[in-house]
C-alpha cells in the first residue's frame, strides 16, 4: 500500500506559469518534507513542516511556497517557474524531525514516488 | 565547509560480493547520518539512519557504521545481488542543514 503519494508523476508547466505539486500520507506522520533533485545531483531540502508550523530553509528560493491544510496533504507552490527549476520533486515525512529521529531502519524518512517538473 | 563526500563514484561487483560504500564528512557536529537507496528517475529510500550517538545499525544484509570523530560512516552490504543495484546516497543532517553525498552507483552482475 502507498504511504507517501505525489500527484501528478510528472508535470510540464510553461516559463513563467505558476504551478502546485501536491503529496499526501497515509501514515499519520507529524512532518512532512519537500527535496529538489536537478538531474544528476544529490537532493536539496527545500523545507518541512512539523504539524502546521513551516520551517524554511536557507537557501530556498522565495520562488517557492508550501502549503499543509492538514496532517496527511502538503503542496509545493512555484510562483514563477524558471528553466532552472526543472527537476524532481520529492515529498517526505517522518514521525518526529530529522533532529528528534532515533535512526534504525524504521524511525526514519518515507519518500514519494517524486514528481518530475519539466518547464518549456 | 560542510562537505560529504562519497568514493566511490561508480562500483561494480559480481552477484554474491559483500562489499563497502564510503561516506565522509568534513564537519563533525553532526545530528545523524542517513544512507539512501535512489533507482533510476524514483524517490529515495531510507535504508538506515544513525544517530550521532550511535556507532553502527543493522538491518537485514545492511549495516551501517558511523566514526563521527574521523568523520566517516559506511555500508556494508552483504552478499550482494543484483536487485541492490541502485545508487546509494549518504546524508548528514546538522543543526540548520542538511547535506548529501553525491551517491555510488552500485551494479551487481548476475
Known amino acids: 500500500d502507498a504511504m507517501v503519494i505525489q500527484n501528478p508523476r510528472y508535470q510540464v508547466t510553461q516559463f513563467g506559469k505558476p504551478v502546485t505539486l501536491s503529496c499526501s500520507q497515509t501514515l499519520n506522520h507529524n512532518v512532512m518534507y519537500w527535496y529538489q533533485q536537478k538531474s544528476s545531483q544529490a537532493p536539496k531540502l527545500l523545507f518541512h513542516?512539523?504539524?502546521?508550523?513551516?520551517?524554511n530553509e536557507a537557501d530556498t528560493p522565495d520562488n517557492f511556497q508550501s502549503r499543509r491544510p492538514n496532517t496527511s496533504f502538503c503542496f509545493l507552490d512555484i510562483r514563477s517557474p524558471g528553466l532552472g527549476d526543472a527537476a524532481m520533486y520529492l515529498c517526505?515525512?517522518?514521525?518526529?524531525?530529522?533532529?528528534?529521529?532515533?535512526?534504525?531502519?524504521?524511525?526514519?524518512?518515507?519518500f514519494g514516488p517524486g514528481t518530475r517538473l519539466t518547464v518549456l | 565547509k560542510q562537505e560529504v563526500t562519497q568514493i566511490p563514484a561508480a562500483l561494480s561487483v559480481p552477484e554474491g560480493e559483500n562489499l563497502v560504500l564510503n561516506c565522509s564528512f568534513t564537519?563533525?557536529?553532526?545530528?545523524?547520518l542517513q544512507w539512501f537507496r535512489q533507482d533510476p528517475g524514483k524517490g529515495l529510500t531510507s535504508l538506515l539512519l544513525i544517530q550521532s550517538s550511535q556507532r553502527e545499525q543493522t538491518s537485514g544484509r545492511l549495516n551501517a557504521s558511523l566514526d563521527k570523530s574521523s568523520g566517516r560512516s559506511t555500508l556494508y552490504i552483504a552478499a550482494s545481488q543484483p536487485g541492490d543495484s541502485a545508487t546509494y546516497l549518504c546524508a548528514v543532517l546538522y543543526n540548520n542543514d542538511m547535506r548529501f553525498g553525491a551517491g555510488t552507483r552500485l551494479t551487481v552482475k548476475p
Open positions: 564537519d563533525s557536529a553532526i545530528y545523524n
Open positions: 517526505a515525512t517522518s514521525r518526529e524531525t530529522l533532529w528528534s529521529l532515533a535512526g534504525g531502519d524504521t524511525d526514519t524518512q518515507y
Open positions: 513542516y512539523y504539524d502546521k508550523d513551516f520551517n
